[in-house]
Every structure is written in C-alpha cells, then in structure tokens.
C-alpha cells in the first residue's frame, strides 16, 4: 500500500495501472494518476457510465456480479491453470469482506451462484469469516460520526431521505457509504442519499436503496454512476445548497422513473 504521491513517484511509462471498482477517473482515490499512466486495466461491476476512462489496454465491465471482488475471484479461479495463482489468506479475507460489503451480506438483488462460488474458492484459501465481518466494524469514533449524519435526514418523499454531514468538516467516502447503509435499517425507508465534502474542492454524494429504487439511474442524472442499488456522484464544488438543489430537482423529475425501472430489472 503506497500514498498516492508514492504512487506518482513509482509511475513509469511501463507501469500497468490496475483500476477496481470504479470506471470513472474522477472517482478514484488519485484521478491524476489516471491522467499521466500509459497502460491502464479497469475491471468494475458498476454499469458504464457516460463519464469513463478511456482507451485501457483491458476492459472488463460485468454489471451482473454482485462485486468486484467476485469478478477477480473468477479471474484467478478459472484464468490461472498453469500456473496456479495463489492467493495469501489475508487477501482472500479482504476479498470475502468486499463480497459482504458490496453484496448487503448477501442480500443484494445481484447475489446469485457466482458470488456463492466466489466465496467458496476464497475459502479454499483460507479466507476467514469472522475477520471479514470484522473488518466492516466501525470504531466508536467513526460510529459517533455516522449516527450525528443519520440524525440530519431529511423526507423530501415517502421512503426517500436524503442526510448532510458537517459543512465544516471533511470526510472519508467510506464513512459516507456507511452513513447511507445506516438510513436503510431504518423501517420504511427505500432509498438514502447522504452527501458531504470529501476534499476541499469536492462534494461526494452516496446513493444507497433497498432495491426498490434504482439509484444508480438517479446517480447518472446527476453525473455520477454506480450499481442498481449502490451509486456515487462527485460534484466539483463545496456549496451544499446547489448539491441539494441539483438532487431535489433530480429527484422531482426522475423518482418516479427510478422506481419502475425496477420492474424492468426483474423482467431481466
């Protein structure tokens, strides 16, 4: 693991940039690197948006795998024959934990037999349950913080709520993400929008639902993207009143597609 002005440091014109989970330059943890490599890989399963990196040396966009970590999974399962890839423990537990995350542990419209296989070839490795479960806990800090956004929501529509965190302070995606999570165990709620200043330049807003609402449509609009019930939208500005302004309008005009666009996903 290296910082990203490490990562800048390390870049040569030979360099192979491996970009997961994301497909979008300006949603990655450093997009400058983006920018300055030769030779990117981008492998995702959130569906292609119309802001993307483009011309990479390989491609693979799967919007039907329940996570990113499943999609590798299949990768070194069934790409490595001869010779065999051999994963470390501790990494086959970081990639179970990302199947746990991404796929609501296994509730998630878009777990079926290959996450399950997923699973059972990182357990073939030494992948460890508890420790994966584990390293979703949060610290009693960082829980703190999530509860006082949670506390914010506001209802601009049945089963819609929406939560700012703290204008005065910069936060973590991560935390943001689990601000969202935290919104849909409450009953009644179908969809949580929480949004806070991730940088000093940025807003990231993250999109969660129960399934029922298909925010990564509602996360398009606003010129993000994402997956059908986990989505992502960066704005490049610090004022909170135009970021709730654009997601009010969004959802004016598009909540009602977004709910029967799930009707659709089904009929799939």
Do not use: W
């Not at 913080?145 to 506390?151: G, L, R, S, T, Y």
């Amino acid at each position: 693991i290296v910082s990203p002005k490490e990562s800048e440091i390390k870049l040569s014109t030979n360099t192979l940039l491996v970009v997961v989970d994301v497909h979008v330059g300006k949603m990655t943890m450093h997009p400058h690197l983006i920018e300055e490599a030769n030779k990117i890989v981008v492998i995702d399963h959130h569906r292609r948006g119309e802001d993307y990196i483009e011309s990479p040396v390989f491609n693979h966009i799967d919007s039907s795998a329940s996570s990113t970590c499943e999609i590798i999974a299949e990768f070194a399962h069934f790409s490595s024959l001869s010779p065999k890839i051999d994963i470390d423990s501790k990494y086959a537990t970081v990639m179970l934990s990302g199947i746990f995350l991404d796929s609501g542990n296994f509730k998630s419209k878009s777990v079926g037999i290959r996450t399950f296989e997923a699973c059972t070839f990182l357990k073939e490795f030494g992948a460890d349950n508890a420790k994966a479960d584990d390293l979703l806990k949060d610290d009693f800090e960082e829980h703190m913080i999530v509860n006082k956004i949670v506390a914010n929501m506001e209802t601009p529509y049945p089963g819609v709520v929406y939560a700012i965190a703290s204008q005065q302070e910069i936060f973590d995606d991560a935390t943001l993400a689990k601000a969202a999570n935290a919104c849909l165990n409450i009953k009644a709620v179908n969809a949580a929008f929480v949004f806070g200043k991730t940088s000093s330049r940025n807003i990231k807003m993250s999109l969660r639902s129960d399934s029922t609402i298909n925010v990564q449509i509602l996360a398009e609009k606003m010129g993000g993207g994402g997956h059908f019930s986990k989505s992502a939208v960066v704005f490049d500005t610090t004022d909170f009143s135009q970021v709730r302004d654009i997601l009010l309008n969004c959802l004016s005009k598009n909540l009602s597609l977004a709910r029967s666009d799930t009707h659709v996903e089904e009929e799939k």
